[in-house]
């Protein structure tokens, strides 16, 4: 199965990232999608999106994406949320979720930072996709590609967009 990770789209969804994403089976948004609330309706049309609701979305995207998920794909066990951190910086609702779950794979977003890092403490892979859209004061574009076989994370591909 191949994965697209994005978040932080702020209401764009840019025909780069579409390009992109094309190959994929799923879409997963790390939250911020921004926009109306039609916004996640753009990404949803294009491939299958599994979500979760950010910090700057409006609460009534948390009937279809909630504020975390914990989802199995293709063997790897996922937990999503969008703040939550990385390794040894971990947000406490995060941190608790991680105790609570113990998941094969760690995906938020919220910092407009691209970051993959295994966690030794928590023997997890952790993703950020950093920010797809707009706004923010990052000056890249970003979003994440890879494989899900046999619960294993294989063919990672990073996107980079300079933001004009």
């Known amino acids: 199965m191949k994965i697209g990770l994005i978040s932080d789209t702020h209401g764009v969804f840019s025909p780069e990232f579409r390009g992109f994403l094309d190959p994929v089976d799923e879409i997963w948004h790390a ?9 996640p309706g753009t990404i949803s049309a294009f491939k299958p999106v599994v979500g979760v609701c950010g910090n700057c979305d409006s609460r009534a995207l948390l009937q279809d994406y909630p504020l975390y998920q914990s989802f199995e794909r293709g063997g790897l066990k996922v937990l999503m949320t969008h703040i939550g951190g990385y390794p040894g910086h971990y947000s406490p609702e995060a941190r608790a979720l991680l105790l609570d779950i113990h998941p094969d794979l760690f995906v938020c977003g919220h910092s407009h930072i691209l970051k993959v890092q295994w966690d030794d403490k928590y023997k ?4 950020n996709p950093g920010a797809a859209g707009l706004q923010g004061w990052h000056v890249v574009r970003t979003a994440l ?3 899900i076989e046999g619960g294993a994370i294989k063919n ?7 933001r004009k």
């Open 145 to 147: 590609r890879f494989d």
């Open 124 to 127: 997890m892979m952790t993703m």
């Open 156 to 162: 990672l591909e990073v996107f980079n967009l300079p």
């Open 31 to 39: 939250g911020d999608w921004g926009g109306d609330l039609d916004f």
